[in-house]
Each structure stands twice: as structure tokens, then as C-alpha cells.
């Protein structure tokens, strides 16, 4: 538990630069704003969870690719949950244009009942800190973006930047 922790800690000093401090929460000249939507899920174990999850989140993009957020969600045991997360966007135009990958990390909240100890930290503290990557292709301001969930499924969606 405590290196998860520590982890977390190590990731966040490396994505939060000390520039933090003089953004804005959103500057309308500078800033995007990314929503994106999914429902196709594929699980390691279809038989262990009780629905399908339903995701929706909106995304505030920095002109430096950090960004934050909030995503609201039906779980895969079908409760309502919400990630409030911090990360980077990391764009490979280089190598293929339009391919980016993104990291954040976060806190869950919504895993209850029987559920609620399958995420570290959460079963004591109501919340748990996650570290979700993802990786998608983006042509104009349309996104298809491929999210993993743990160790056990990954989530693919459209996405849409204002």
C-alpha cells in the first residue's frame, strides 16, 4: 500500500512543473477542452462483473499537453463512480501524425458494497488513487481513444476537441 503511495507521489511531482501555480483554471484563448465518450469495454474475465460500463469526461488541455479532469462512469458492477484526475498528454507527430498516448493518475470514487475493497486504499478510505494510461488517434477534432483499466480490460471511445 505504501508504495503505491510513494508511487504516486514520485508521479506527480514528475507531471506537475512549478508553472502549475500561475495557470488559470481555463483560459478561453488558450486552452482545449476534450469530451469523450465510451462504452465498449473487454474484460480479462467477463464473468466477474455485473455490467457494462458507461463513461463520459471532459478534459481541460493545457498549451504545455497537461491536462485535467473529471469522468463520470457506470462501473463494471454497475454503480455510479467518478474519477477526478491530472496528467499528460504525449503527442507523436514525428513519428504519426494524429498518434498520442495519455497518462493520468487520480482518485475513484464509487466502488461500494462487495466492491469496494477490489481497489487499493478504497475499502478504508472511500476513495482509491489510479493511474490509468491510454493510447488513440486523433485526426482533426475527432479522437478514437483506447483506455486501459488495470490489469483487467480496456475501454474504447470517441472523443471530441472544442
Not at 68 to 97: E, H, I, M, V, W
Not at 107 to 122: A, F, Q, R, T, V
Amino acid at each position: 500500500m505504501y508504495r503505491l503511495c510513494i508511487i504516486l507521489l514520485l508521479l506527480t511531482n514528475l507531471l506537475i512543473p512549478s508553472q502549475v501555480a500561475a495557470w488559470k483554471l481555463y483560459d478561453t484563448d488558450k486552452d482545449g477542452l476534450y469530451l469523450f465518450g465510451g462504452s465498449y469495454t473487454h474484460y480479462k474475465n467477463k464473468d466477474a462483473y455485473t455490467g457494462a460500463a458507461y463513461l463520459v469526461s471532459l478534459e481541460v488541455i493545457k498549451p504545455n499537453d497537461h491536462l485535467y479532469g473529471l469522468a463520470l462512469f457506470n462501473n463494471s458492477y454497475d454503480q455510479f463512480s467518478q474519477y477526478l484526475f491530472y496528467g499528460k498528454l504525449f503527442r507523436f507527430d514525428n513519428t504519426l501524425p494524429g498518434l498520442r498516448a495519455k497518462l493520468t493518475a487520480g482518485l475513484i470514487n464509487g466502488y461500494k458494497g462487495e466492491y469496494k475493497d477490489n481497489l487499493p486504499l478504497n475499502e478504508k478510505l472511500g476513495v482509491a488513487p489510479v493511474i490509468v494510461p491510454g493510447i488513440g488517434y486523433h485526426k482533426n477534432q475527432w479522437g478514437v481513444d483506447l483506455v486501459l483499466l488495470g490489469n483487467r480490460g480496456a475501454l474504447l471511445g470517441l472523443g471530441y476537441e472544442f
